[in-house]
């Protein structure tokens, strides 16, 4: 079956950090890939997202990931991080048939101060 | 603005009573999704549809029912709560391009329900 796969559950950084988090899926036709976000307390939000051209993309606030075919990856970056990015970020994927976004498990990110 | 919104917000209620969660968007987009949130699991699909009097199961789609009357809502219905359906529910929706069903999917702001 197809799936996505967050490997940090938990990350910790502190201010101005930067942040990778990875996510692969398994799936060997075409997909569109979604980077989103949950603030606490608030509904999912589209951070960016891939479907074709160029494989690294650029989101809102600074986010950017990287779609790498060949390893099945599309790892979120971002150079510098701020407290306000203490969020949970979810990586997903759609197959292109059947349209069903599949998520990860999701990564809680805290930043401190 | 168009916008996709949820009700209630919080709802309690007790094992056995049938609780209805209502979805509505004003996006005007064909596809409409419910899914569940819970620790550990991410997002998991719970029903889905691609148009009106169009409905599909998703992934754990044990318990739980939807119809699609209209374009806007998607009411999905717990038809005897169980403790296990505790959770966050988050509704959905995304705009479908020639019969393509892959675009971004929008999501609202939840409903969090606790059964007793």
């Known amino acids: 079956a197809q799936s996505v796969s967050q490997h940090n559950h938990h990350v910790i950084l502190s201010e101005a950090a930067s942040l990778e988090l990875g996510c692969n899926y398994s799936y060997g036709g075409t997909v569109n890939l979604f980077w989103y976000v949950q603030y606490p307390g608030q509904h999912l939000q589209l951070l960016l997202k891939y479907f074709s051209g160029d494989p690294l993309v650029k989101g809102i606030k600074g986010f950017e990931a990287e779609f790498i075919k060949s390893k099945f990856s599309f790892n979120l970056r971002k150079p510098s991080v701020q407290w306000s990015d203490t969020a949970e970020y979810f990586c997903a994927v759609i197959l292109n048939q059947g349209g069903k976004l599949i998520f990860g498990q999701g990564t809680e990110l805290s930043v401190k101060p | 603005d168009a916008e996709i919104t949820q009700s209630p917000r919080h709802k309690i209620t007790e094992t056995g009573r049938q609780v209805t969660l209502a979805c509505h968007q004003t996006w005007n987009h064909n596809n409409m999704f419910w899914y569940r949130q819970d620790l550990g699991h991410g997002l998991r699909l719970i029903h889905y549809?691609?148009?009106?009097?169009?409905?599909n199961k998703g992934e754990v789609s044990d318990g739980y029912s939807v119809s699609r009357s209209n374009t806007e809502d998607l009411p999905l219905t717990l038809e005897s709560a169980a403790s296990s359906q505790t959770s966050v529910y988050f509704c959905?929706?995304?705009?479908?391009?020639?019969?393509?069903?892959?675009?971004?999917?929008?999501f609202g702001p939840g409903t969090r329900l606790t059964v007793l």
């Open positions: 549809s691609y148009g009106v009097h169009d409905t």
């Open positions: 959905a929706s995304s705009e479908s391009n020639g019969g393509q069903t892959t675009d971004t999917q929008y």
